[in-house]
């Protein structure tokens, strides 16, 4: 770009690099999603379509993106985790939560209609997004522990305050305060008790989130290739490896899932 007298401007924009050899994760969140469920008729307490679509939009962020090595996704947020050393967009804090945020708001109404085919879109729904920096591996599995907690927590308590609604007819003033003070054990007794409903039998979607992981697919390739001594050809078996996107609904906060994908906290 040639030079002018009004470059000088550029001296203006703050250096927003993240600290080095830190894990960078972006999150991304809904904006007003309570309206945006209500207005779209969202089966509460959990509809499979808005979920499975949030992961369709993160596994287009993964493909976009080399660099992130694992997503963790709930309700209405994802979170994207990039290896310590990244140099993607040089670290720069704006520049990967704008891009993050705004391709998963674009893959979210990009995919919209292949999941609710019946339903239009009322207005285009937003995400906002922020950066954070986690310097050791126990302080990025905390993080991910903290928003498995989360799911769980919140997942309990939805499903006791909306079959409190649905079921027994009570207003959202008297489920919530049914539910006022109770602990996760009462949760669960209303739950047996009142609606014959197991929580340890609902899916594990529900009550862990999703995690994508990016693993190592291996195929096999047939090729003619020249013999060494020029006397032909012959056919010889090469393997390829290529990342594959795997979903999971499996428990991230014991040892069992890092153990089985080591490589996660191993990339640098």
Same mark, same amino acid.
């Given at each position: 770009? =040639?030079? @002018? #007298?009004?470059? +000088?401007?550029?001296?203006? %924009? &703050?250096?927003d690099r993240c600290l080095p050899n830190c894990w960078i994760i972006v999150r991304v969140d809904g904006k007003a999603f309570h309206k945006f469920s209500d207005l779209?008729?969202?089966?509460?307490?959990?509809?499979?379509?808005? *979920?499975? *679509?949030? &992961? #369709? =939009?993160? %596994?287009?962020? *993964? /493909?976009?993106?080399?660099?992130?090595?694992?997503? +963790?996704? /709930? @309700?209405? %947020? !994802?979170?994207?985790?990039? #290896?310590?050393?990244?140099?993607? !967009?040089?670290?720069? /804090?704006?520049? *990967?939560? &704008?891009?993050?945020?705004?391709?998963?708001?674009? @893959? +979210?109404?990009? !995919?919209?209609a292949d999941f609710f085919p019946d339903t239009k879109l009322q207005y285009p729904p937003s995400f906002d997004a922020r950066v954070v920096l986690y310097p050791s591996d126990q302080n990025l599995r905390d993080y991910l522990s903290w928003r498995q907690v989360d799911c769980h927590i919140n997942n309990q308590y939805n499903t006791c305050f909306w079959n409190l609604v649905q079921v027994s007819a009570l207003s959202p003033a008297e489920a919530h305060g049914r539910l006022k003070g109770t602990l996760a054990s009462d949760k669960n007794e209303l739950l047996f008790s009142e609606f014959n409903i197991n929580y340890n039998n609902l899916p594990e979607l529900y009550k862990k989130g999703t995690v994508v992981i990016k693993e190592q697919e291996v195929t096999s390739v047939q090729r003619e290739i020249p013999k060494t001594d020029g006397s032909g050809t012959e056919e010889k078996t090469f393997t390829k490896k290529r990342p594959k996107l795997v979903a999971l609904n499996v428990d991230i906060i014991r040892d069992t899932f890092w153990k089985d994908h080591p490589y996660i906290l191993e990339s640098s």
């Open positions: 770009m =040639a030079n @002018s #007298k009004f470059e +000088y401007v550029r001296k203006f %924009e &703050t250096e779209h008729k969202f089966v509460k307490p959990n509809d499979d379509r808005s *979920l499975n *679509l949030m &992961t #369709k =939009a993160a %596994e287009t962020i *993964l /493909q976009e993106f080399d660099d992130i090595v694992l997503a +963790y996704g /709930q @309700s209405d %947020e !994802y979170s994207f985790v990039f #290896k310590k050393n990244t140099k993607t !967009y040089n670290r720069r /804090q704006s520049k *990967l939560m &704008t891009n993050i945020s705004s391709l998963f708001a674009a @893959s +979210y109404v990009f !995919y919209w």
